[in-house]
């Protein structure tokens, strides 16, 4: 993977899945090619894209990630953060490590 050029080089490397829009794109990746670079990484390794309550702890438990990214996961609606899915997020990702 072309992320692993860049571990020798970086503090951290963020994961997530490609979109033209900015922001969350509500799609998740290839988490096996994730859990690659993860055991080969020489820096820490952050999972972003398509995660959410209900996959988070799959996601950790898969790709054993140093820490999860979540936007759109936990929204209401674009750009308005839903106070028990961030509380369901956090439980979900602690209990999965």
């Known amino acids: 993977s072309a992320a692993l050029g860049f571990a020798g080089v970086c ?51 898969a790709v054993e990630p140093f820490c999860v990214d979540v936007s759109s996961g936990v929204e209401i609606r674009p750009g308005q953060k839903d106070p028990e899915k961030v509380k369901k997020f956090i439980e979900k990702a602690k209990c999965s490590s």
Request: aromatic share 4%.
């Open 11 to 61: 503090d951290a490397l963020l994961l997530d899945t490609p979109s033209k829009r900015l922001g969350g794109s509500r799609e998740k990746h290839d988490w096996s090619v994730s859990a690659r670079i993860v055991q080969q990484a020489k820096c820490p390794v952050f999972l972003a894209g398509g995660l959410n309550p209900k996959n988070v702890a799959e996601a950790v438990a």
